[in-house]
């Protein structure tokens, strides 16, 4: 459709959808009780989605979705015990409906030199960026070829790109998710079902700030390799979600899209 107007978040003047709404979608981001995915929770509820947060924090969550407002629920989930992911799909469903957006965004991370990593160090963050990811994907993606529709994001990093020290199990569950992306894409394109990756940059939440100040000489290295010369909102994160979510990107999949102020042009 010819995109005549970005004011209203749903219906356009001539009464036609607005591609980038998610009017009548229900969307489930994990991980969705602070940083990026609180606000690509508030992001995708203002484009008109009922969104579902998890987390293993219920005072978090509970937090979370006050702020957010009653178009935003939440369910305490652990993604990393896995056998828990198909009765939490499910129960999502039974309440709200067939789920038409997945958005895997709950990830750790861990600075520490290669060698002093632990095998419980690597296979603990390995788990929740990769293994909890896939299965979560699988138990969601069966539905949603099933039927026809449904969008898989990925929170990759660029991380998955560059060799940044000290992140070795990061930066590898994340290289991993990037080759998931492509590999589901193409197996459910067919099945009108698309799986792209979100790459953010340099992000201010919890999760950097504790990185940032492990390292003082790391906000300038890092604002040093920013052309735009600033740190990017978790909001950035989110309206690169709805769009990616909407039908404003129907063509696009199996992308990894760079949110980060140029870190990518390379240096
Ligand atoms: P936060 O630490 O704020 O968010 C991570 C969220 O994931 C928390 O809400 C946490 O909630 C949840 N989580 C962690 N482990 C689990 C688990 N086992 N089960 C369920 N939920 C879990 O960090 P960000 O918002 O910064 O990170 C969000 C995503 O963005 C991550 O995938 C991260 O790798 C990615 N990213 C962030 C960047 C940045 O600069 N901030 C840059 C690039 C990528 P709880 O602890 O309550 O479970």
Same mark, same amino acid.
């Given at each position: ?6 004011? #209203?978040? =749903?219906?356009?003047? &001539? ?6 709404? @998610? *009017?009548?979608?229900? %969307?489930? +981001?994990?991980g969705?009780?602070t940083g990026i ?33 009653? #178009?935003? =629920?939440?369910?305490? &989930? ?6 828990? @992911? *198909?009765?939490?799909? %499910?129960? +999502? ?13 709950a990830g750790i991370n861990m600075k520490k030199p290669a060698?002093e990593v632990?095998?419980?160090e690597?296979?603990r963050i390995?788990?929740t960026n ?25 929170i990759s990093s660029m991380a998955a790109?560059y060799g940044i020290d000290r992140v070795v199990a990061y930066a590898a569950s994340k ?24 790459a953010p940059g340099f992000i201010e939440t919890e999760m950097s700030r504790t990185a940032m100040n492990s390292d003082p000489d790391r906000r300038d290295r890092a604002m040093r390799r920013t052309?735009?010369?600033?740190f990017g909102q978790p909001?950035?994160i ?22 980060d102020g140029?870190n990518?042009?390379?240096?």
């Open positions: 459709a010819h995109i005549e107007s970005y004011v #209203s978040p =749903h219906l356009q003047p &001539n009464g036609q959808l607005n591609p980038f709404s @998610l *009017e009548g979608k229900l %969307a489930l +981001i994990t969705g009780g995915g609180l606000e690509m929770a508030r992001c995708m509820a203002t484009a008109g989605a009922t969104v579902i947060i998890t987390g293993r924090r219920e005072a978090v969550l509970q937090e979370a979705v006050a702020d957010l407002g009653s #178009s935003v =629920h939440y369910l305490t &989930n652990d993604v990393c015990e896995l056998d828990t @992911l *198909e009765d939490l799909v %499910a129960q +999502i469903e039974a309440t709200h409906g067939p789920l038409d957006i997945l958005v895997n965004n060698l632990t095998d419980e690597f296979t390995i788990h990769l293994n909890a990811v896939f299965a979560l994907t699988r138990v969601c993606a069966k539905r949603m070829v099933e039927r026809k529709n449904g969008v898989i994001l990925m790109y290289s991993a998710v990037e080759g998931m992306v492509k590999v589901l894409a193409s197996e459910f394109s067919k099945h009108n079902v698309r799986v792209n990756a979100i052309p735009m010369g600033k909001s950035d989110g309206h690169a979600a709805v769009f990616l979510a909407s039908e404003a990107a129907r063509y696009i999949t199996g992308a990894s899209l760079p949110v140029g990518s042009i390379g240096f």
